[in-house]
């Protein structure tokens, strides 16, 4: 930790301070622990340090609505460090291999090669600033040889590293902290050396979609600096999320007795962002997809007539027969960069609105669900909202289930009336109701294939997120699902994604989400989670979502002991 008349103040504050802290969040479970040491930490710093540090810690060295990325391949971290220490691949595979960790590695490695004894020959140790410079100039490497120079920008700044130092960089590089320092301790920790208010910062986070922004704010002027915090235009807001229901008889027992029905579309989630005539559209990832659907952009225009709006809708590929073509076709516009006007006409798109959080300055998430319907409706035009039903009547809600079902869409959307809108949280306020329950789930590994799918990575592990470690566990493989074009596209991404391998397993950086339906879910020790997916299979792969929208282990311990409730039932 800083010491007491350290160098804070100056803005020079050494980065191993930063290591240390980090270190210190990975040693205890003990969420108070982790706040007091993230506050105390945060309140010996310049204010020019937070926001720098706060992105660091938490391993998210740019927001995601910013456009910056460090980009920095697996495969490039490890030819730095192997540089670095001249360590043998043997030495390395072995050094991986005590905790899996990448960032564990070039510590252990550093360590055992003497690298330390090098880094404090050097005159200036790095600061934080410095760190954080560098991995802006890291993201800001682009076009012709843009490899070589993020390849060199790593290595300058490796080779400056203490072995503690160098765990804490390339995790931030890799963007994998797994130390337990989640965003919501983070929310506490900032209201602690702040002195604002937690659901203050809360808000604000939600709004703003930059934690570390906020800290700043808050460090600086307190409290007051968070009162009017409001959503900019072109500055994306996290989406509201929704917890999955069996029927819909539990959607209106979940909301007592009343509710909401919209179709659950198989499309892409947009927030779509207007000022003036300009329009941009961003994807469920906050990532900007406004050159991908010109067509969208143009319905928008012709449309939709206020000065500022941030309005939410879905989009769906449709076919000759204007019914919903797979969630698959449409994403081959996102994927495509050149040709869209091909793509526009091969793949149409029809935009459905359901939800506005701003308009013409006034932010509108603390309005009834109702009354955000009924403004959308205001100023949509010509463009359709999702068809609804507000109903209390079970059967005429099953009826209009069957109904959204036989016209080629998911399930149903149940959203309770009188709900506000809240930015990034899951909760009951809105439930998705689907025949077939599913989970969304990340690759953390696989396993080359035998036969005919001998060249290709097509047994995946899959892992959920545990709430309150933040850890990805494993829960079931499958190779199962795919066709041959996509085991082949996602053999060439996993490669991209690969840190090690050993024997005929790969193991990779979880981006890769994918929805998975099985039979049913049963304990097992084979794996650390301590379930395994029976007959699991992915239904598709999840362009739109990453690693923060998969489900947790809560979900699927969830799913294990309702599947005896069933059970019981129909005995």
Known sequence: MIPVGGTGNLGETLYRYLAELCEGIESTTKRLVIVDLVAQFLKKLSIEEVAPSIRMIVGEAFPEWSGQTLDVSWRTIQKVIRSITKASDEEMLSAFSEKGDLGDMAKILMLRKDVSKQATLLPKPLTILEVYRSFQSISEAKGSGSKKKKENLVLSLLSRSEPLEAKYIVKNLIGEMRHGASSGLMEEAVAKASGAPLEMIKRAYMLMGDLGEVAEKAMRGGPQALDDV????????????????????????????????????????????IRGGEVKIFSRRLTEVTTSLPDVVEQVRNNIQPGEAIIEGEAVAVGKDARPLTFQNLMKRFRRVKGIEEMVREIPVKLYLFDIIYLDGKLL????????????????????????????????????????????HEGLMAKKIESTYTPGRRGKKWLKIKETEALDLVIVGADWGYGRRVNWLSDYYLAARNEETGELQIIGKTFKGLTDEEFEEITEKLLKLKTIEYGRTVRVKPEIVVETIFEE???????????????????????????????????????????????????
């Open 230 to 273: 409001k959503p900019t235009p072109f500055h994306p807001i996290k989406p509201m999320l929704a917890q999955a229901v069996e029927s819909v008889a539990e959607a209106l027992r979940e909301h007592g007795g009343i509710t909401s029905l919209e179709y659950k579309l198989d499309g892409a989630r947009l927030q779509i962002h």
């Open 365 to 408: 998430i603390d309005l009834p669900y109702s009354e955000r319907r009924k403004a959308l409706s205001q100023v949509a035009g010509e463009i359709e909202l999702v068809p609804q039903l507000i109903t209390c009547d079970v059967d005429k809600a099953q009826e209009f289930f069957e109904e959204a079902k036989n016209k080629g």
């Open 521 to 571: 879910i049963q304990k097992s020790p084979k794996y650390e989670s301590g379930y395994a997916l029976r007959f699991a299979r992915i239904k598709r792969i999840r362009e739109d979502k990453n690693v923060e929208d998969i489900d947790t282990m809560e979900k699927v311990k969830r799913l294990y002991e309702n599947q005896f409730k069933a059970k019981s039932k129909t005995l």
